[in-house]
């Protein structure tokens, strides 16, 4: 039965020269969970509805994308999109257009001093790594998600103990110096591998709806917080890879950290819901349980309805490209470089030659007149100063994304925004 257990916490030796907080023991409680693959769900009747709608929105905005031309580009954007909020959460704050900046920069071998930058772009590159791993029909394992997190902290200080799991208490809140008054205390690191195995074994079953295993194991990955940092953003991206391995999703990822972060209240609130004390079928068990679920599932209702309105709006974009683009060949490589713009809304003459697989000239040819219509404008990123072309209303789209998903209203003309976000211009 899960339960609080007592430890008392005693300084090291060299905390000698530190505040006095710093030299200071005392008594701290740990909480040890159930075991996942232990544990029988009950799911209120409200909260299953609720799972059920989720998971049908989920499905329709993944079928509707598959059947679109921008397919790929959506999906893209969307993961940026997600792991930007990702990252929000954890205070990391960086605007969609220089993120894209910085992003494009790297891809030219110009790698971003942005430490916030660096650290985000490895966020996509960690959760593009693990989608496409689960994507492919590998399991969801310890060592898949050790490897995301060595993936996540590898531009950062702490890239030694990428992948590692910690050797050593953490703790939530409180004192930086002993979890004595700390807000929460996870499991006591000896347990972490036992319990990380078990939430993998859960990850990879079939007994519960998609939408409701994936708010399960991320509760539970937060409650064993297995490494010394970097757990929140492995724990959202292990969201996508249940959704993955469960093909709820197959190209398109909704931005479910990016509603998470515009309720942060309540979605502490619903983690915490969710570590109860004594038998997991007891009342308090099972009401913790539907509080986190109908939560969660709001909040995958939420961005994938903000999702397909943006999918809605890039075609609209391009509608609006095509139309003042005027009379092409239907093949021509200008109207291929509109295909592929949302996905990379900053590129060279270069990229755009090898995506399309156009000659030089023709794609030189196909950049002036995308020009003339002022589709796309010369800009130039990162230290070297490179010359890229930037589509400005896709830029300009993605912001707006971030702005729609973090008012509580979906609309910051309506309700203001709930955490920082980009400017409009």
């Not at 997991?280 to 509080?291: T, V």
Request: charged content about 20%; some cysteine.
């Amino acid at each position: 039965m899960s339960h609080f257990e007592n430890r008392i916490w005693t300084p090291a030796p060299d905390a000698i020269g530190l505040p006095r907080s710093a030299r200071q023991g005392g008594a701290y409680h740990v909480y040890i969970p159930d075991l996942l693959t232990a544990r029988t769900f009950s799911i209120g009747g409200t909260e299953a509805a609720d799972v059920a709608d989720a998971e049908r929105a989920i499905i329709e905005l993944d079928r509707t994308a598959t059947a679109l031309v921008d397919t790929e580009a959506l999906a893209r954007l969307l993961l940026r999109a997600e792991s930007v909020a990702s990252s929000h959460i954890e205070g990391l704050q960086i605007g969609p257009r220089r993120l894209l900046k910085a992003d494009a920069a790297r891809r030219y071998g110009d790698e971003p001093r942005d430490i916030t930058a660096a650290e985000v772009l490895a966020n996509i590159d960690a959760m593009a790594y693990s989608i496409h791993a689960v994507s492919n029909g590998e399991l969801i394992t310890p060592a898949l998600i050790s490897e995301t997190h060595r993936r996540l902290l590898a531009p950062t200080s702490l890239a030694i103990h990428g992948g590692e799991t910690r050797t050593q208490q953490n703790w939530i809140g409180g004192s930086s110096y002993n979890p004595c008054s700390a807000a929460f205390i996870p499991p006591p690191w000896e347990m972490v591998d036992e319990l990380l195995t078990d939430l993998c074994a859960f990850s990879n079953g079939d007994s519960l709806p998609a939408v409701a295993q994936a708010a399960i194991a991320h509760a539970q990955f937060e409650t064993i917080h297995p490494f010394i940092d970097g757990n929140g953003r492995v724990g959202r991206a292990l969201i996508h890879l249940i959704f993955r391995r469960r093909k709820l999703t197959t190209g398109v990822s909704p931005p479910v950290s990016l509603i998470l972060a515009t309720r942060a209240r309540d979605y502490v609130a619903g983690l915490t819901a969710t570590r109860y004390e004594g038998a997991p079928d007891s009342p308090k068990a099972r009401e913790g349980l539907n509080l986190w679920l109908g939560e969660f599932a709001a909040a995958c209702k939420r961005a994938t309805a903000d999702a397909a309105v943006f999918e809605e709006r890039i075609r609209a974009i391009q509608d609006g490209w095509r139309s003042r683009l005027g009379s092409v060949r239907k093949h021509s490589v200008a109207l291929r470089i509109i295909e592929l713009l949302p996905g990379t809304p900053i590129l060279t003459i270069a990229e755009a030659q090898k995506m399309t697989g156009a000659s030089a000239s023709s794609v030189n040819e196909a950049i002036q007149r995308l020009q003339v219509a002022e589709i796309i404008v010369p800009t130039v990123v990162g230290r070297k100063r490179k010359q890229v072309y930037q589509a400005t209303d896709v830029v300009d789209a993605f912001v707006a994304l971030e702005r729609q998903l973090a008012s509580p209203a979906a609309d910051t003309l309506v309700e203001e925004p709930v955490r920082a976000v980009p400017a409009r211009t």
